[in-house]
């Protein structure tokens, strides 16, 4: 099968500004991913590695330089799935490791669970020997400085809609398996321990190496209530394409007022994304050749 990757930055009202880091940190991310398809490496591997990347980049609101919850800590969800075993591993409320994404892989792979949190995860990824950090390090200036203006004046969760940039990635190998991830540091000024659809499988992602792969990224309470990824492959399972699909998902999250964006691959290795906040960061590589879309 021919191999992809497509890679999203968030969905949300980017800023002039902000394009260029962007489109660079999506562009690299969904390369690196491709590095990985190109010599015959798995659809898992390069779905990780493409979130890792995009993790490790201020830019964006996953990893370091994620949003503040509404004590003034980063608190990260990330998932990983396998779309040939359907295996999936997950962590929520973590705030002592760098890339979150490790830490969900571990949690499919070495132990019997999905979706471990807070201090049990943190336990694993110590026993796993993960690097393991202090909080503070995943906070930069121009959050904190974000956090602080939200705490002055005032919060409304709409705003959430200006401010949102989960990172995600889908991919299918040479052996057509498919694989996605997704890693968020959630909504700013959350409230603690609100977890979002990020991961919770089947409504951040889903892949399955039957159908395809998807990841979402937008209103985390929305798109949980229309479990938008397993929706998603479902369609892609009924025959729609990928662009198809992805156009079908954004309906169903106007459904409930929802905001948001969705990257997917079909079984053709067709890609298609939608989305229907003013921007939505996306590279993608086929063929060796990558586009980048904002
Ligand atoms: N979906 C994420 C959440 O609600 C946020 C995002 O995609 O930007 O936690």
Not at 3 to 25: C, F, M, N, R, T
């Amino acid at each position: 099968m021919r191999p992809a990757i497509v890679v999203h930055g968030g969905a949300w009202a980017i800023p002039d500004s902000l394009v260029e880091p962007h489109k660079e940190g999506v562009k690299k991310a969904a390369l690196n991913g491709w590095e990985i398809l190109k010599e015959g490496g798995s659809a898992l591997d390069s779905a990780m590695e493409a979130v890792r990347i995009m993790e490790d980049d201020p830019t964006f609101d996953a990893g370091i330089g994620s949003f503040l919850n509404e004590e003034g800590r980063v608190d990260l969800d990330a998932s990983i799935m396998d779309g040939d075993t359907l295996e999936a591993g997950a962590v929520a409320s973590v705030y002592r490791v760098r890339n979150p994404i490790k830490l969900a892989r571990l949690v499919m792979e070495k132990t019997e669970h999905i979706l471990l949190i807070g201090e049990g995860a943190h336990r694993l990824a110590k026993k796993m020997g993960l690097e393991m950090i202090d909080p503070s390090e995943l906070i930069i200036e121009r959050e904190y400085r974000r956090w602080k203006e939200m705490k002055e004046k005032g919060y409304s969760p709409k705003r959430a809609f200006v401010e949102d940039s989960t990172v995600g990635a889908v991919a299918v190998d040479s052996k057509g398996k498919f694989a996605a991830a997704l890693s968020t540091g959630g909504t700013p000024n959350k409230m603690v321990g609100r977890v979002g659809d990020v991961p919770i499988i089947g409504s951040g992602l889903y892949a399955d190496s039957l159908k395809g792969a998807a990841a979402s990224t937008g209103h985390g309470e929305s798109i949980m209530r229309v479990i938008l990824a397993k929706s998603t492959v479902d369609m892609l399972g009924f025959g729609l394409s990928a662009q198809a699909a992805a156009e079908a998902a954004i309906d169903l999250l106007r459904r409930v007022d929802g905001y948001g964006g969705i990257i997917v691959i079909d079984r053709k290795g067709n890609i298609g994304y939608a989305y229907n906040t003013p921007r939505m960061a996306v590279a993608y590589v086929i063929d060796g050749e990558v586009k980048v879309s904002i």
